[in-house]
C-alpha cells in the first residue's frame, strides 16, 4: 500500500458517517438511481449507476465499520481497495457525476447519494486519484486566487470596460458597503456583460456594493475536486474579505456550485457560522424587486424557457426567484419538462467541464437537455450558471441547434427602467 | 465632428441605420482580427461590410461566428489562455456586427468587445490591460462617416 | 427425519436461537451505523413547508416525478410485494395467532381466502421482480449473490406458508417446519444483509429529507 493510498483510506474512513453507514446498509439495489442519472439515461451504460460510483467507499465502510467486515477482513476474506481500483473509478466519481443530486432525489430508500460521492471525492484526491484538469484548477485557485488564472488585473479591466460601457463606476474594497459581489472566473473572463448588468441594477436600486480586491473570486474547486482543505482557504478568503470590508451580505453570482460552497457548506467547512448573509443574485434581485427597488419595462418576445442549475435549484434551494424574475420580462414562458427541482442537469458542473478526458461523454449526456429543449419549442434559453451557459452552448452548437442562451440578470438589465426612482 | 468620449461615440452610433450599425460594426471587429486565426470570424466581418447582404447571407455569417464564439469559450477550470480569450471577443464583435439592431445599439456592442479582444491580448502579452482601442474607433467612426 | 421432531425443534430451539441473533443482530447493526455520528450543519438554514426529515420518511414512498414512466416495474412490483408481505404476516389468521401468543395482542383478520390470493399475488410478483433484476441492464449489474440470496429469504417464507396452509407438496407437518425455519433463516439474516433496509430505511429518508429541507429543499 502506497503512503497515498493509505492516505486516501484514512481520509475515507474519517468521512464515513452515521448517513453514510445507513445508506450502504439501506440500499437495496434497485437501480432507480441510474434512472435518474443523465450518464446513465443518455449513454445505456450500467456503469454509470450512481450507487456503483460508490463501490470502493462502501467497502472501506465493510471492512472499518462492520463487524463482520471486520472479521472477514481479518482473515484476509475481504477484497482490499487498491490504487488501481481508485483510478478505474476516477472517471466514474468525477467524469460522469456533475454532483447533480437527482440520484439523491429518487432513492427509494433515501439515500443521499451526492453526499457519499462528495465525501468519496476527498478520498480520491487525497490519494492522488483525482483528474489532471480538477487538480490544475485547484492549484490555480489557492496560488494565484482563480482556478482560471484569473488575478486581479484582470478583474479591474473588467472594471474599466464596464465603466466604458455603462458609465459607472465600479466600487472596490469599499468598506462598510452593504454588498460584497463576488464573481465566478468564468463571468469575469467570458461575460463581462454580467458585471455591468449588476452596476446598473445596483444604482438603480440606491444600493451601496463593493467588489473586493482579496476575495473576487466565487468558484470553489476544492468542493469540485473534494479536498475540503482547499475549499477551506477559498471559502475563508472571502469571509476575511467580507469580515474586513464589514458588509452585510455576500452575493454569490450567477455561478452554480459558488452558492452551494459559500452558502452552504462554507460555514461548516470554517468551522463557525458567517457574521454576514450569503445570498445568491437571483435572491438579491427578487428581494430588491419585491421592495420595489427597480422596475422593467418590455418584454421578450419569443418564447422563453428556463434551465435551473442544479446547485441554485435543488442544491440550494432557490427555486421562486427565478421564476419570478423572468416573469417580469417574459411574454411567452415555458417551464421544461422536469423544471424546477427535479430539472435535468447540463451535464458539465461539479467539475466535469474542466476534464478534457470527459467532453465526449459530456455531449452524450447533453441529449436529454436538449431533447428538453426541443419540447418547449423556446427561440432562447434563459439561465442563471455562467458555466450551465457555456456548457449547454457548446452541446446547442455540437448538435446544431441554434437557440440564444442569455444570462438571467442580464435578461433583466436589458428592460430596466433607468435613471426614475420608482 | 470630431469624436473623441465615448458618449459622443455612442450617441453617434446609435444615431445609424441598421445598414450603417452593421457595417460600423464590421470595420470594429475588423480593427481586431490580427488577433485571431479563425477564418470563419474573417468571413463573418468580409460580410457584414458588404451595403447590402441577403438574410441567407446574414445567416450563414451568424452560424460562422456563433461556431467560433463556441469554439473559443475558456471553460469552466481550464487556465485562461488569454490569447484564445481575444480570439472568442474578436468573435463576440463579428456577432453583434450582424444582430439586428432592433431598439439595441450592436455597433456599440461589438465595439465593447472589439475592447475586450484588445485587453486579453495585452494580458497575454504580458504588458498590462492598458490600451487604446477606444481612440482606434473614433478613428475608425469618422472614416466610415466620411467615406 | 423425524417430522414431529424437527417441527419442534424449530418452534423451540430454532425460534429461540433466529430471534436472538435477530434482535441481537439488529440492535448491534443499528448501533454500528447510527453511533458513528455526524456533524451538525452549521450554516443558516432556510425553512420551506413541506420540507423536513419527516415529511421525507414518508413521501419517498410515493414515485419522484417523472420516474414512474421510466421504472414502471420497479414501484409497481416493489409496492405489491411489500404490501403483500404485510398483509400476510400481520392480517392473517394465523399470524395474529402466533403474535397473540407471544405479546397478548391480537387484531381481526382478513378472510384466508384474501390472505391466499395475496399470497398468490405476492409470489407472482416476486418472481416478476426476480425476472426483471435479471433483465434491467442496471438491475443486473448491480446484482451480486447477496441480492439474490435475499430475494430467496424472502419468497421462500411465502412460498412454504401458503404451501402449507393449503397441505401441498409435503405432509403439512413438514411444510410447516420448512415454513418456520425459512422464516428463521430469514430472521437471521435479515440484520447483515440489505435486508435490513426494513429499519434503515426510516433514519436513511429522514437524514436525506433533513439535510435538504435546511435548504428548503422538499425531497
Redesign the interface.
Known amino acids: 500500500m502506497t503512503a497515498s493510498l493509505d492516505k486516501g483510506i484514512s481520509v475515507l474512513k474519517e468521512m464515513i458517517d452515521a448517513p453514510i453507514a445507513s445508506y450502504f446498509s439501506s440500499c437495496v439495489h434497485c437501480g432507480l438511481c441510474a434512472e435518474a442519472c443523465l450518464f446513465y439515461t443518455e449513454t445505456g451504460d450500467p456503469k454509470y449507476t450512481p450507487i456503483h460510483k460508490l463501490k470502493p467507499l462502501r467497502r472501506v465502510y465493510q471492512q472499518e465499520y462492520t463487524l463482520l467486515g471486520r472479521f472477514a477482513k481479518m482473515l484476509g476474506l475481504s477484497k482490499p481497495v487498491t490504487d488501481s481500483e481508485l483510478e478505474e473509478w476516477k472517471p466514474l466519481v468525477y467524469d460522469s457525476c456533475t454532483l447533480c443530486g437527482r440520484c439523491s432525489m429518487v432513492c427509494p430508500v433515501g439515500n443521499d447519494i451526492v453526499y457519499m460521492v462528495r465525501r468519496l471525492r476527498e478520498g480520491m484526491a487525497i490519494s492522488g486519484h483525482a483528474p489532471d484538469g480538477l487538480i490544475g484548477a485547484s492549484r490555480r485557485a489557492v496560488e494565484i486566487g482563480s482556478p482560471m488564472g484569473v488575478k486581479l488585473a484582470a478583474v479591474q479591466a473588467q472594471m474599466k470596460h464596464v465603466r466604458q460601457d455603462t458609465g459607472i463606476e465600479i466600487p472596490l474594497d469599499a468598506a462598510g458597503a452593504e454588498y460584497m459581489l463576488i464573481m465566478s472566473s468564468m463571468e469575469i473572463i467570458n461575460f463581462p456583460e454580467y458585471l455591468g448588468a449588476i452596476a446598473r441594477i445596483m444604482k438603480q436600486a440606491g444600493k451601496s456594493w463593493t467588489l473586493c480586491s482579496e476575495a473576487f473570486e466565487a468558484t470553489n474547486s476544492g468542493i469540485q475536486i473534494g479536498v475540503s482543505d482547499i475549499a477551506r482557504v477559498l471559502v475563508q478568503r472571502i469571509v476575511d474579505g467580507a469580515e474586513k470590508l464589514k458588509v452585510k451580505t455576500v452575493i454569490s453570482p450567477e455561478c452554480g456550485h459558488a452558492y452551494t460552497a459559500l452558502r452552504w457548506e462554507g460555514p461548516n467547512l470554517i468551522g463557525r457560522p458567517y457574521t454576514f448573509d450569503v445570498l445568491h443574485i437571483l435572491e438579491v434581485l427578487d428581494g430588491f424587486h419585491k421592495e420595489g427597488l427597480f422596475k422593467t419595462s418590455g418584454f421578450e418576445d419569443e418564447r422563453l424557457t428556463f434551465h435551473d442549475p442544479c446547485q441554485l435549484v435543488r442544491r440550494g434551494g432557490v427555486f421562486d426567484e427565478p421564476r419570478n424574475l423572468l416573469k417580469l420580462v417574459a411574454k411567452d414562458f415555458v417551464e421544461m419538462s422536469d423544471a424546477g427541482k427535479m430539472n435535468w442537469c447540463c451535464g458539465g458542473g461539479g467539475g466535469v467541464s474542466a476534464i478534457e478526458e470527459a467532453e465526449q461523454l459530456r455531449l452524450q449526456a447533453f441529449k436529454i437537455k436538449k431533447s428538453q429543449l426541443e419540447q418547449t419549442g423556446a427561440k432562447t434559453l434563459v439561465t442563471a450558471c455562467a458555466n450551465c451557459r457555456i456548457v449547454i452552448e457548446e452541446g446547442l452548437e455540437h448538435y446544431k441547434m441554434h437557440i440564444p442562451v442569455v444570462g438571467l440578470t442580464e435578461t433583466l438589465a436589458d428592460h430596466l427602467v433607468e435613471g426614475e426612482k420608482p | 465632428m470630431t469624436i473623441d468620449n465615448d458618449g459622443d461615440f455612442k450617441k453617434a452610433l446609435s444615431g445609424l441605420s441598421p445598414a450603417q450599425q452593421r457595417m460600423a460594426a464590421a470595420r470594429f471587429a475588423e480593427n481586431v482580427l490580427e488577433l485571431t486565426r479563425d477564418a470563419r470570424i474573417k468571413r463573418t466581418i468580409e460580410s457584414a461590410k458588404l451595403d447590402t447582404i441577403s438574410d441567407e447571407e446574414l445567416g450563414t455569417a451568424f452560424q460562422f461566428a456563433k461556431a467560433a464564439s463556441v469554439d473559443s469559450y475558456t471553460q469552466c477550470g481550464h487556465e485562461c489562455d488569454w490569447n484564445k480569450q481575444a480570439g472568442h471577443f474578436v468573435a463576440e464583435a463579428a456577432l453583434a456586427s450582424i444582430k439586428p439592431a432592433d431598439g439595441n445599439n450592436p455597433a456599440w456592442d461589438a465595439a465593447m468587445h472589439a475592447r475586450m479582444a484588445r485587453t486579453c491580448a495585452r494580458i497575454a502579452a504580458g504588458n498590462g490591460t492598458h490600451n487604446r482601442e477606444d481612440a482606434a474607433q473614433y478613428r475608425i467612426l469618422a472614416e466610415f462617416l466620411n467615406s | 427425519m423425524d417430522q414431529e421432531l424437527f417441527l419442534t425443534w424449530v418452534r423451540s430451539t430454532g425460534l429461540d436461537i433466529a430471534v436472538g441473533i435477530f434482535v441481537l443482530g439488529t440492535l448491534?447493526?443499528l448501533i454500528?451505523?447510527?453511533?458513528?455520528?455526524?456533524?451538525p450543519?452549521?450554516?443558516?438554514p432556510?425553512h420551506?413547508t413541506g420540507a423536513s426529515g419527516l415529511h421525507?420518511?414518508f413521501r419517498?414512498?410515493v414515485p419522484?416525478?417523472?420516474?414512474f414512466k421510466?421504472?414502471a416495474i420497479?414501484y409497481v412490483g416493489?409496492y405489491i410485494f411489500h404490501i403483500g408481505l404485510a398483509i400476510i404476516v400481520f392480517l392473517s389468521a394465523q399470524h395474529i395467532k402466533l403474535i397473540q401468543g407471544l405479546t397478548g395482542l391480537s387484531w381481526p383478520n382478513l378472510p384466508s381466502q384474501f390472505i391466499d390470493a395475496t399470497a398468490v399475488v405476492t409470489l407472482a410478483t416476486m418472481l416478476m421482480v426476480l425476472v426483471d433484476r435479471i433483465n434491467?441492464?442496471?438491475?443486473?449489474?448491480?446484482?451480486?449473490f447477496a441480492?439474490y440470496g435475499?430475494w430467496a429469504l424472502t419468497f421462500l417464507p411465502v412460498l412454504t406458508g401458503y404451501l402449507a396452509t393449503k397441505h401441498l407438496l409435503l405432509p403439512y407437518t413438514m411444510m410447516l417446519a420448512l415454513h418456520i425455519l425459512s422464516v428463521e433463516l430469514l430472521l437471521v439474516f435479515l440484520p447483515?444483509t440489505?435486508l435490513?433496509?426494513v429499519f434503515?430505511?426510516?433514519?436513511?429518508?429522514?437524514?436525506?429529507?433533513d439535510?435538504?429541507s435546511?435548504?428548503?429543499?422538499?425531497?
Open positions: 448491534w447493526r454500528e451505523i447510527y453511533t458513528l455520528g455526524h456533524k450543519d452549521l450554516a443558516v432556510r420551506r421525507t420518511m419517498r414512498s419522484p416525478p417523472g420516474m421510466r421504472s420497479s416493489g434491467n441492464p442496471v438491475k443486473r449489474f448491480l446484482s451480486t441480492d435475499a447483515f440489505k435490513m433496509h434503515t430505511l426510516w433514519v436513511s429518508r429522514w437524514y436525506n429529507g439535510t435538504n435546511r435548504k428548503g429543499v422538499p425531497v
